[in-house]
């Protein structure tokens, strides 16, 4: 990043100081939205549209109008949610705003304040699918149409998948390398290639398709000292960020088994590692 003159400086600070306050005045204007529908009053003054009133003079373009409208009809009676709409804007509740409920609506305005918006997207993903489905994933496995059959018209068939699984796990297993005991963050290549090779480089996260991002370790590498490659997950940016916020279960069994809960755990002995990372992260 190339430094920026003391002319340029005052020129960006300048702008990001009147970014800053555009920002708080759309948000200001968004919570307008409700009464300006409600009574009419875009029509009351001569324009076509709710839309055209919040464009011409807001700038505000359509999704942003229907976002805010929505978003504050769901939480119209839950006060606490309201106030989050009201101190950090509508985008901050949206991904949430149809989950709360009265009698939890405390515990999600605390999500919304203080997780970063893609772990809170991220969670509230996963919260519906644990609802949808009792978060029950089961290993889905997609073949191209002549394979299927080819397979069909194999004998046997289970007994050669058996011995073909047995195979790829006696390789894996050769494969893997030793955990290692160290002072040292650092992953050791051959570790990190075997745990990045058995999620295909993507979020090991029950129906998450992202690249990983961060190798995190089940265990807490500070509470060990230990690089385990059966104990680290290749996981998104958001994915992590649930984990270190003590909201997920079973932590310590394969990621298949993973599902999120509304709380932590505070008497795990993860959650003050956990504490300390969010404090360096600034959380």
């Given at each position: 990043?190339?430094?920026?003159?003391?002319?340029?400086?005052?020129?960006?600070?300048?702008?990001?100081?009147?970014?800053?306050?555009a920002?708080?005045?759309?948000?200001?204007?968004?919570?307008?939205?409700p009464?300006?529908?409600?009574?009419?009053i875009?029509?009351?003054?001569?324009?076509?549209?709710?839309?055209?009133y919040?464009?011409?003079?807001?700038?505000?373009?359509?999704?942003?109008?229907?976002?805010?409208?929505?978003?504050?009809?769901?939480?119209?009676?839950?006060?606490?949610?309201?106030?989050?709409?009201?101190?950090?804007?509508?985008?901050?509740?949206?991904?949430?705003a149809?989950?709360?409920?009265?009698?939890?609506?405390?515990?999600?305005?605390?999500?919304?304040?203080?997780?970063?918006?893609?772990?809170?997207?991220?969670?509230?993903?996963?919260?519906?699918?644990?609802?949808?489905?009792?978060?029950?994933?089961?290993?889905?496995?997609?073949?191209?149409?002549?394979?299927?059959?080819?397979?069909r018209?194999?004998?046997?068939?289970?007994?050669?998948?058996?011995?073909?699984?047995?195979?790829?796990?006696?390789?894996?297993?050769?494969?893997?390398?030793?955990?290692?005991?160290?002072?040292?963050?650092?992953?050791?290549?051959?570790?990190?290639?075997?745990?990045?090779?058995?999620?295909?480089?993507?979020?090991?996260?029950?129906?998450?398709?992202?690249?990983?991002e961060?190798?995190?370790?089940?265990?807490?590498?500070?509470?060990?000292?230990?690089?385990?490659?059966?104990?680290?997950?290749?996981?998104?940016?958001?994915?992590?960020?649930?984990?270190?916020?003590?909201?997920?279960e079973?932590?310590?069994?394969?990621?298949?088994?993973?599902?999120?809960?509304?709380?932590?755990?505070?008497?795990?002995?993860?959650?003050?590692?956990?504490e300390?990372?969010?404090?360096?992260?600034?959380?």
């Amino acid at each position: 990043m190339n430094r920026l003159s003391s002319s340029e400086s005052v020129i960006h600070k300048q702008f990001v100081e009147y970014g800053r306050n555009a920002r708080e005045w759309t948000r200001k204007c968004s919570l307008l939205l409700p009464d300006i529908a409600g009574r009419r009053i875009w029509k009351k003054r001569g324009f076509g549209s709710i839309y055209e009133y919040a464009a011409k003079l807001a700038g505000m373009s359509r999704h942003s109008v229907d976002s805010a409208l929505w978003v504050l009809r769901k939480v119209e009676d839950l006060p606490e949610l309201k106030r989050v709409v009201e101190e950090k804007g509508v985008s901050r509740v949206r991904p949430i705003a149809n989950l709360a409920t009265a009698e939890d609506q405390g515990l999600w305005a605390e999500k919304a304040r203080t997780m970063s918006k893609p772990a809170l997207e991220a969670f509230a993903h996963e919260f519906r699918k644990s609802n949808r489905e009792d978060f029950c994933p089961r290993a889905k496995i997609e073949l191209r149409e002549d394979l299927v059959d080819r397979l069909r018209k194999l004998e046997n068939l289970e007994e050669k998948l058996e011995k073909f699984l047995d195979f790829e796990e006696a390789r894996m297993r050769e494969e893997k390398p030793d955990s290692l005991e160290t002072k040292s963050r650092h992953i050791p290549v051959a570790i990190k290639s075997f745990v990045v090779k058995k999620s295909g480089g993507c979020c090991a996260f029950p129906g998450c398709k992202r690249p990983y991002e961060i190798l995190h370790h089940t265990q807490r590498w500070a509470l060990e000292k230990v690089h385990d490659p059966d104990r680290l997950v290749p996981l998104c940016k958001a994915h992590e960020q649930l984990v270190h916020l003590g909201l997920i279960e079973n932590e310590q069994s394969a990621p298949e088994k993973w599902r999120v809960r509304m709380r932590p755990d505070r008497n795990a002995p993860e959650f003050w590692v956990d504490e300390h990372v969010a404090l360096f992260r600034g959380g």
